[in-house]
């Protein structure tokens, strides 16, 4: 029942936590109610019934302007064709045929009737008989020949054109070309490219480029036109690519709306110009409608089932209440400023992110608790940007991964000045985050050189802060963090400097209960902070009486003059003023629970039996004999008592074997298990036998350690 009214108290500030969160994003975020009613309702032609003044820099997308621009590049862009070797290589190999003809014809001389014949014969069509004859009259046909074939070659390898072709090639092409498995580029500009049918307009330039003698340009532009063809052919997949690649790359035209600037005056008619700037207004926050408002409902509802799943999977109900609720309220505060920082500034300056304070809170939330804790409020602390900011994709994904790390960077953080260290490391994961998340979503790129800058100081300076934080919150918390109980495990503090002068047993004892505690926590993945402070206090209430408790006393046992209630009684309150002395030096709550818990509702046997013995078994009732619990309700508090039963025990053993030691162990484990006071720790059959193994393991070391010294004989020197 108690276990219930706990866990029923600790949902109730979850349930208030989370509407105050609903209003808070209702009210306020990009969808919220408020800034629909500022900005919404107006349209263009009519009579504005109030004033619309922006109340800070705003940065939009004109779509106009921005279609504009996007249609003139695109006009800019050169259609792409493919020049086919193939086709090239067909070219030259007609041309030297025609090149070996012609040759034979001049040197032979023959007559013009027979070569004319014979180039028919070979090459039907490729010359006129007029041409021919011009052609073998000139006396440097052979040079003429070579010319020729010489620009072919380059005009192959540049590209003709068919007169077929239809795209507008005013601004030029780009020719591709795979060359030994390569493929080239060439950007010609419109009067560079041979087409056909006349090579124009880009012949001339051709000629020119490549210092052909003028008597030679006719019979050399005669054979180049009869050999070629059309040799490069558009590539539509290729032009598309680039049209595609454009689309991507080509940025928005963006505009500012700056603070104080009247969109809207009342009882002025809104013109189509300032009904832009009103719907980019409502566009950046976001206007109320119905479906956004339940949708917005709808996530936070599922995101509270989500948190009170995560909250009973971590097995976070132990959390204490003060804790629960100082963390809640660090998540309302974060969503404030993520609603005033993300949505309104962050568009203007992306340094404003150095603000948002959610590696802060995941920082002290692990430290001050555990790392499970700092990952539960990482998700529930970044999931709700989503719904605060749905523009800020990249900033979500930058704040969720960042987030997500802290709680594992925070597993190095040892002593105060590790936060430094860690600070170092999450400045540049955070930084790194950030950018990737720029990359991933181009609309944030503009927060720039600001925002990166931002997410770096945001994480140095989260862990300076941390450092100053963590001993107020811990004075005022009064929790456990791992610091706090650094400093409680000294022994040099003066509740265990006293201990050690009035009670020097229990203090022996303790200290070895917390190496067993300690050493068996760190095998199962418990507290080893807490178990080594817990088993250290955990017999505080004997101080005071050190004497009525066998580890402290010297040969006369006070308990020999004493009835076996009496003895019960004196023995069973060392808890309650263990309590007593715990409260009244500040110890956090866990530390209470384990000096509360360390025996259980256990049996003190050896009175029990002593009473038996004086008045008989049906005049004693075993529940006086028992401790008042309760039973551990925790792995840390499980672990401290089958320590402090070991430890105690061990004291009977007199040279024992490692055998011995390892039966031993496992029958005071075993008793505890059967006696029903382990059910409520959460300890498994797994975790018993490794915290059995180190046990046997540490006492078997004290045991084998100690090497008896031969006495010398009076006299005798080494």
């Excluded at 409260?583 to 530390?591: G, H, I, Y």
Aim: aromatic content about 10%; glycine content about 8%.
């Amino acid at each position: 029942m108690r276990k219930h009214d706990f866990h029923h108290l600790q949902i109730i500030p979850i349930i208030i936590f989370f509407l105050l969160g609903l209003g808070i994003i209702l009210f306020f975020g990009s969808q919220g109610f408020l800034r629909s009613l500022t900005y919404g309702n107006f349209a263009a032609g009519q009579v504005a019934d109030r004033d619309l003044v922006v109340d800070h820099d705003i940065y939009y997308e004109d779509l106009q302007a921005s279609a504009l621009r996007l249609l003139a590049q695109r006009a800019l862009v050169k259609p792409v064709f493919r020049l086919h070797e193939e086709i090239s290589r067909r070219i030259l190999t007609r041309y030297d045929q025609l090149f070996t003809l012609l040759s034979g014809f001049y040197v032979n001389k023959k007559n013009l009737s027979s070569a004319f014949l014979e180039l028919q014969s070979s090459m039907p069509g490729i010359l006129t008989e007029k041409v021919l004859e011009k052609l073998l009259k000139k006396q440097e046909l052979p040079a003429i020949l070579e010319e020729a074939r010489s620009l072919l070659v380059a005009g192959v390898n540049q590209g003709i054109l068919g007169a077929a072709v239809t795209q507008d090639l005013s601004k030029g092409l780009e020719i591709i070309r795979i060359q030994e498995d390569k493929i080239q580029r060439q950007l010609w500009e419109p009067d560079q490219l041979l087409r056909l049918p006349g090579l124009l307009p880009g012949w001339d330039r051709f000629v020119q480029s490549k210092n052909l003698r003028s008597d030679f340009q006719e019979a050399v532009y005669i054979l180049f036109l009869s050999s070629t063809e059309e040799n490069v052919f558009f590539d539509s997949g290729e032009t598309e690519r680039n049209l595609l690649r454009l689309d991507l790359e080509t940025p928005p035209v963006r505009r500012q709306i700056s603070q104080g600037e009247w969109l809207v005056r009342k009882d002025y008619v809104i013109s189509s110009e300032a009904m832009v700037k009103v719907q980019a207004l409502v566009d950046h926050y976001g206007a109320l409608t119905l479906n956004r408002t339940v949708g917005a409902i709808f996530f936070l509802v599922a995101l509270g089932i989500m948190g009170l799943l995560l909250f009973k999977s971590f097995k976070l109900e132990r959390i204490e209440k003060t804790l629960l609720w100082t963390f809640g309220g660090f998540w309302l505060a974060h969503l404030l400023i993520i609603t005033l920082v993300i949505s309104p500034v962050g568009e203007a300056s992306g340094f404003w992110y150095a603000l948002v304070p959610t590696s802060l809170i995941i920082i002290l939330a692990t430290l001050l608790t555990s790392e499970r804790v700092g990952l539960f409020l990482a998700l529930m602390i970044t999931l709700p940007i989503l719904l605060i900011a749905p523009q800020k994709g990249g900033v979500f994904l930058a704040e969720f991964f960042a987030a997500l790390a802290i709680p594992f960077i925070m597993r190095k953080v040892e002593k105060r000045m590790d936060l430094i260290k860690a600070g170092l490391w999450l400045a540049p994961i955070q930084t790194s985050f950030f950018v990737l998340a720029g990359l991933l979503h181009e609309q944030e790129n503009r927060l720039g050189l600001g925002g990166i800058l931002g997410a770096g100081i945001n994480g140095f300076l989260s862990s300076i802060l941390a450092l100053g934080l963590l001993p107020i919150l811990e004075h005022f918390l009064n929790t456990p963090s791992q610091f706090r109980l650094a400093e409680l495990a000294d022994l040099n503090t003066p509740i265990l400097k006293r201990m050690l002068a009035l009670a020097p047993g229990t203090y022996a004892h303790s200290v070895n209960t917390a190496q067993l505690s300690e050493q068996a926590a760190r095998a199962i993945g418990a507290d080893p902070y807490l178990c080594r402070v817990g088993a250290l206090y955990h017999d505080l209430g004997k101080i005071d009486q050190a004497e009525y408790f066998i580890e402290n006393q010297r040969g006369y046992n006070k308990h020999d003059s004493l009835k076996a209630s009496v003895s019960v009684t004196l023995l069973k309150s060392h808890v309650k003023l263990g309590l007593e002395k715990a409260r009244e030096l500040k110890l956090p709550q866990k530390v209470l629970d384990i000096i509360g818990q360390h025996h259980g509702s256990g049996l003190i046997t050896f009175f029990y039996s002593k009473a038996v013995n004086e008045r008989g078994e049906d005049k004693v009732s075993k529940d006086d004999f028992k401790y008042p619990g309760p039973n551990p309700s925790s792995k840390e508090s499980a672990i401290v008592m089958l320590a402090d039963t070991v430890e105690a025990a061990s004291r009977t053993l007199n040279r024992p074997t490692v055998s011995q030691v390892d039966t031993f162990v496992y029958d005071l484990i075993i008793k505890r298990y059967h006696e029903g006071l382990l059910n409520n720790s959460g300890l498994s059959f797994s975790d018993l036998e490794k915290i059995r193994g180190i046990f046997v393991q540490v006492l078997a070391g004290q045991f084998h350690s100690r090497i008896e010294y031969p006495l010398l004989k009076e006299g005798t020197h080494e």
